[in-house]
């Protein structure tokens, strides 16, 4: 059982562009906000939350199944509203890239956009005969995402860039 005040899950980290400060003034800090009504066991999630509400980005990394680690981003792109348009906001988008290596297709990436039920998908794989078969599938990958309610309005499908990690270019 866990005891009350101790934290749930460490693996989840906020990201900020804040910089960090030495552990003299996270004390101080601390300690006036106690004085200001908030439990000192709870200093640390409620300074998380309101760096992610400053800036919403979520990062994870950890194992996914036993002997495989994801490394996980998530985040909510902010597009400036336009003078006039309060009635009627523009449709959120959520951006989010994963990154795992996977005992079958090996190294891959995937790299999703979601705006209102609309979907792009970017994948990529380090091995040759991983990208033949994401791009045999991209007819399934479509009909399992409408069977989720959302359109794949985007697929592609390229090799991942050994020097970044990333997913270069590619049809698909």
């Known amino acids: 059982p866990q005891q009350a005040g101790a934290p749930l899950h460490q693996s989840a980290e906020v990201v900020s562009d804040a910089p960090r400060q030495s552990a003299a003034p996270e004390a101080a800090r601390a300690a006036s906000q106690t004085a200001a009504g908030i439990h000192p066991d709870a200093v640390v999630l ?18 996914v199944w036993p002997g495989t680690q994801m490394d996980w981003e998530l985040h909510e792109e902010r597009g400036n509203q ?17 990154t795992m290596t996977l005992p079958t297709l090996g190294a891959i990436e995937v790299r999703l956009s979601l705006v209102d039920t609309q979907l792009q998908a970017h994948l990529a794989a380090g091995e040759e005969t991983s990208i ?41």
């Not at 523009?90 to 994963?98: C, E, V, Y």
């Open 132 to 172: 033949a078969l994401l791009r045999n599938d991209g007819d399934d990958l479509r009909a399992r995402f409408a069977a989720a309610g959302l359109q794949l309005t985007g697929l592609q499908v390229a090799s991942l860039d050994p020097a970044s990690g990333r997913g270069e270019q590619g049809g698909g």
């Open 82 to 98: 336009q003078e006039g348009d309060e009635q009627q906001a523009a449709p959120r988008t959520w951006q989010t890239r994963l």
């Open 46 to 63: 409620v300074r998380q939350q309101l760096e992610l509400l400053a800036m919403p980005v979520i990062r994870w990394s950890g194992e």
